[in-house]
């Protein structure tokens, strides 16, 4: 089980953060941000997809970090 942890845990850290750097460099939205009202940004097609990998991905890396703490500790 121990192992089953690391290996879970360490995948999934690896490709999550991967992922997060990925979605940072390349999906990150046209500078046609500065057309809409900083309080509707939101609601921009691009910027939306963008935060919402962006957090799947961070949210994958806090779980994975999560599982490798708990194998060590174990």
Do not use: C, N
């Amino acid at each position: 089980m121990l192992i089953l942890l690391y290996l879970t845990g360490g995948l999934l850290f690896f490709v999550s953060i991967t992922a997060h750097i990925w979605v940072k460099l390349a999906m990150r939205p046209d500078s046609d941000l500065d057309e809409y009202h900083y309080e509707f940004e939101d609601q921009h097609p691009g910027y939306a997809r963008y935060e919402k990998w962006s957090r799947i991905t961070f949210v994958g890396a806090i779980i994975g970090a999560l599982l490798l703490l708990l194998a060590i500790r174990l």
